[in-house]
């Protein structure tokens, strides 16, 4: 299957709805991909006392099915934009929806950054504020599984291994890791060296 990846910077929000009335607004956005897996979630850093026009700069990178965008209208991206609330949990001010098919059919052939801008909508479904973005896409990639697991070692700090190499006998030693979908190998006992050297040794 294959992905094409998204490169999308969440600029800065304007005319936003003001929820909070004593201070400025503390207003960070909730981006994820709709209709599609939730561990898709990603969100900006905190804009502190950013207003009714905070600002970001975030970059964020998504992958997605392009023959499945190009069918499926709802699959989008959506922006949430919270305002932090020290009591009585987030506040949301709006919402941004992004229909990514609109994205590619804009984009056109070309893989060149492009600037917009999205009107946010309130919980009510009134429109209230707008969400600057820049993106770009990058060229589809084969999903493809590696004939070897991701993993890390003390002992083996040359990482990766040659295609197709065999991994080390020896037990690893400190951690070790791999990204979701890949099978994680257990941590061994570190190796302990025999604390006397063998005679002879020089």
């Known amino acids: 299957m294959e992905q094409r990846p998204l490169e999308l910077t969440v600029v800065?929000?304007?005319?936003?709805?003001?929820?909070?009335?004593?201070?400025?607004?503390?207003?960070?956005?909730?981006?994820?991909?709709?209709?599609?897996?939730?561990?898709?979630?990603?969100?900006?850093?905190?804009?502190?006392?950013?207003?009714?026009?905070?600002?970001?700069?975030?970059?964020?990178?998504?992958?997605?099915?392009?023959?499945?965008?190009?069918?499926?209208?709802?699959?989008?991206?959506?922006?949430?934009?919270?305002?932090?609330r020290t009591f009585r949990g987030d506040k949301e001010i709006g919402e941004a929806r992004v229909p990514i098919k609109e994205l590619l059919d804009s984009a056109g052939n070309g893989n060149s950054a492009k600037y917009t801008t999205f009107p946010v909508k309130k919980p009510s479904g009134k429109a209230k504020g707008k969400l600057n973005l820049v993106y770009r896409f990058g060229e589809k990639a084969a999903n493809a599984v590696p004939a070897y697991p991701l993993v890390m070692t003390a002992m083996n700090p040359l990482y990766p291994p040659p295609h197709n190499a065999a991994l080390p006998a020896y037990p690893t030693v400190g951690y070790s890791y791999a990204p979701v979908g890949f099978q994680q190998l257990p941590v061994q006992e570190a190796y302990k060296p025999d604390p006397q050297p063998p005679a002879g040794y020089p």
């Open 12 to 84: 800065f929000a304007e005319g936003l709805k003001k929820v909070k009335h004593l201070s400025k607004m503390d207003v960070y956005v909730v981006v994820k991909v709709s209709g599609g897996d939730s561990s898709t979630e990603q969100k900006t850093p905190v804009h502190k006392d950013g207003g009714t026009s905070p600002r970001w700069n975030h970059p964020m990178l998504f992958s997605f099915n392009e023959s499945l965008a190009q069918t499926n209208t709802t699959l989008a991206i959506t922006f949430r934009l919270m305002c932090c």
